[in-house]
């Protein structure tokens, strides 16, 4: 699995989301035929509801997204489909922009998830930020997985860093 801020998977200067798009033919081309990923996770993809999934489909991927609807932001995941997933909705959050996924394995699922916070939050919205990922993590925790893999773009200048408990 990876990681990457596409900061803007398809606007701007680049026209629009297209099979010719040039970040989505990087994505294609380097991170699923080379690298052969089974999960691209992206932050900042700055799309919105004009813009359907069969414009940014890779060959052999399931695409999920969750949109900010307008400028910025916006999470994604690229699931291979040779592996079965479910996306887990019911552990999402509405105000944060996160996807988590559920690779089903046995004899445990493995949880993966993209999240993205936006820089420039104050101390009390930082705060918030936090405390909701921790109850969307802790609730995950309870469903007794494998294993929880988080990616993102979490914008936050720390020194230091220490694991949710």
Known sequence: MCHVNIQSLGSGELGPVSPANVKLDQVRTILQLKEKFDFICLTETWLNSDIPDENLALENYVTYRRDRGDRGGGVM??????????????????????????????????????????????????????????????????????????????NDRCTEWTAIQ
């Open 77 to 154: 995941i690229y699931d291979n489909t040779a592996l079965p997933c479910k996306r887990r909705s019911d552990m999402e959050r509405d105000d944060l922009e996160l996807i988590w996924l559920e690779i089903c394995v046995k004899p445990k699922p493995i949880i993966i998830g993209v999240c993205y916070r936006p820089p420039g939050m104050n101390r009390q919205q930082a705060t918030n930020f936090v405390e909701v990922l921790q109850d969307s993590i802790h609730e995950l925790k309870e469903t007794n997985p494998d294993g929880i893999f988080l990616l993102g773009d979490f």
